[in-house]
């Protein structure tokens, strides 16, 4: 157990429509990364934030938007979604105060299908 | 920038035999490295890491070893067990800031390994 929870675990919904997926990190860690794992394209960075301010940008759409709330959960919002947003979404955190060995815990991931 | 590449699986091993997975990278400064491995089902976890030239990493019988003349960090196991059967990802980070830094990701590989 990583200590990162996400929720739902699944996600089934239509074309258009909007999701919101949901990510505790460990507890102490600061920071928050947002993965999007597809079948052909392996691991691919969004998003980073930093005890709620974000720190790094990837390839995430416009479509999609995440924050870091004052507790340090986080939320990926994805919008107009289209069949292509099928993926898995992972979460990750690191950076309890005063460590950064790089190392990034992961959680078990929202898998999310778009028909 | 920075980018890693391992080689493309299936890889499909009998029992007790030896695996190699290659994995090569490109970075713009001193990368740290990692093996995470992906088991059916779950989430990312740490397999293994080096920080430096020459270090090796070791979890499981898996070890890995930092070569900078080569930029190559490949994955070995003596002698592989059904339960290693996983997809397994080389990453790098640059620990550059205090916030954390994300991690690039090699494509993955999927190892199947049959009794």
């Known amino acids: 157990d990583s200590g990162v929870t996400q929720t739902p675990k699944h996600l089934i919904t239509a074309t258009g429509q909007r999701v919101t997926l949901r990510c505790s990190p460990r507890?102490?860690?600061?920071?928050v990364y947002w993965y999007q794992q597809s079948l052909d394209q392996g691991l691919q960075f969004l998003i980073q934030?930093?005890?709620?301010?974000?720190?790094a940008k990837g390839n995430i759409l416009e479509r999609f938007s995440a924050q870091q709330f004052p507790d340090l959960h986080s939320e990926l919002n994805l919008s107009s979604l289209e069949l292509g947003d099928s993926a898995l979404y992972f979460c990750?955190?690191?950076?309890?105060?005063?460590?950064?060995?790089?190392?990034?815990?992961f959680g078990e991931g929202s898998r999310l299908t778009v028909l | 920038g920075n980018s890693v590449t391992q080689m493309e699986g299936p890889v499909t091993l009998s029992e007790e035999a030896f695996l190699t997975i290659n994995c090569t990278y490109t970075?713009?400064?001193?990368?740290?490295l990692f093996w995470y491995v992906q088991y059916p089902g779950e989430g990312l976890q740490l397999l293994l890491k080096?920080?430096?030239?020459?270090d090796k990493g070791s979890n499981k019988g898996f070890e890995a070893t930092y070569r900078k003349e080569t930029t190559s960090f490949h994955l070995e196991k003596g002698s592989v067990q059904v339960s290693d059967s996983a997809v397994y990802f080389c990453?790098?980070?640059?620990?550059?800031?205090?916030?954390?830094?994300?991690?690039?990701f090699g494509g993955g590989t999927r190892v199947l390994v049959k009794p």
């Open positions: 990453a790098l980070t640059l620990l550059i800031k205090a916030a954390g830094n994300k991690l690039t």
């Open positions: 080096a920080t430096k030239a020459d």
């Open positions: 507890s102490g860690d600061l920071s």
């Open positions: 934030y930093y005890n709620g301010e974000e720190r």
């Open positions: 970075a713009t400064g001193y990368p740290s």
């Open positions: 990750a955190s690191s950076g309890r105060q005063g460590t950064n060995t790089g190392e990034l815990f």
